[in-house]
């Protein structure tokens, strides 16, 4: 289980520095790809930045945590997109949410499975059990995910809840963005922390949906690059994170999906243009004149 938010009401705990990861070695055999899929999977300094050294109460520095490389991923075994007639992404509104066509067509395109959005589930439905904590009310996250797991589509890969409700995964965390199980297909994100400008509360939207869903294709979080799948501390961490994979990350999802990475950019960057999200749309671009060169 992976939560992404606030631990600051942990005990400060005793800083080591985390693992440092060395991308080129996580990466697997990419000699069976054809040249244009392989350079894919090519980093190249001007798209893919190193992840920088955590401050204080970013989140590696809070919860060190070991590498992921694509082989680790692999025999980990992860859940495999349209193994037992399991190949639909859903999103599940808990209560009234925005955005929800937006979100859809992104994740589509991001993930390249199909997705549907459910019917919206009434907040009165769940049974899960409540806090206040710092004049909010909120909800356990773990506990959700045992509500929607009872609610689990048969032809589900994963299915993700979306509330507008404030979230927490245990007493040792002020909040968390959102919350996946890697194995149990099951994740939920929150917008309650995104009140302001449209156009970022979308962008955050966009980056929390990306990284939970990745956690349920099996991710875990990305020390290799500054990655959509890096851990996330607080919303200023969450902002200088890409809204994309590294090369790493993409790999894994490729070898889930087996996507074509020319036409999941060129679809990207038409949804990235639509919601004017200036930063992925140029670094689509980039990515796909590499490819094409
Ligand atoms: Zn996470
Ligand atoms: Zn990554």
């Not at 992404?4 to 790809?33: I, Y």
């Not at 929607?148 to 890969?157: F, G, I, S, V």
């Not at 939207?205 to 501390?233: D, P, Q, R, S, W």
Request: proline share 9%; with cysteine.
């Amino acid at each position: 289980m992976l939560g992404c938010g606030d631990s600051s009401q942990a005990p400060a705990p005793t800083p080591s520095p985390p693992a440092r990861a060395q991308p080129s070695r996580a990466l697997d055999n990419l000699s069976d790809l054809p040249p244009a899929a392989r350079r894919a999977f090519e980093s190249h300094p001007e798209d893919f930045r190193p992840l920088a050294s955590p401050g204080p109460n970013d989140w590696l520095s809070v919860h060190p945590e070991e590498p992921q490389s694509v082989g680790d991923f692999w025999l980990a075994g992860p859940n495999r997109p349209g193994a037992d007639g399991r190949g639909t992404l859903y999103i599940q509104p808990l209560g009234v949410v925005p955005a929800t066509d937006s979100l859809r067509a992104f994740a589509s395109d991001y993930f390249a499975l199909p997705v549907v959005v459910l019917p919206t589930l009434a907040l009165s439905e769940l049974e899960v059990r409540r806090r206040h904590n710092a004049g909010r009310e909120q909800w356990l996250a773990p506990e959700m995910l045992g509500q929607l797991e009872q609610r689990l589509p048969a032809d589900a890969y994963a299915m993700i809840g979306l509330t507008m409700v404030d979230l927490y995964p245990g007493e040792d965390f002020n909040f968390v963005f959102g919350y996946a199980s890697t194995r149990n297909r099951t994740g939920v994100f929150s917008l309650a922390r995104y009140a302001g400008e449209p156009r970022k509360a979308n962008e955050r939207a966009f980056k929390i949906l990306a990284h939970e869903t990745g956690h349920m294709f099996g991710m875990a979080h990305c020390t290799h690059y500054a990655c959509i799948m890096n851990g996330v501390n607080h919303a200023e961490e969450l902002d200088r994170s890409p809204l994309s994979l590294c090369p790493v990350c993409l790999r894994k999802l490729h070898r889930q999906t087996n996507f074509d990475p020319a036409a999941r950019y060129e679809s990207l960057l038409s949804r990235y243009r639509e919601a004017d999200l200036h930063d992925a749309a140029t670094f689509a671009q980039q990515r796909l004149s590499r490819i094409e060169e």
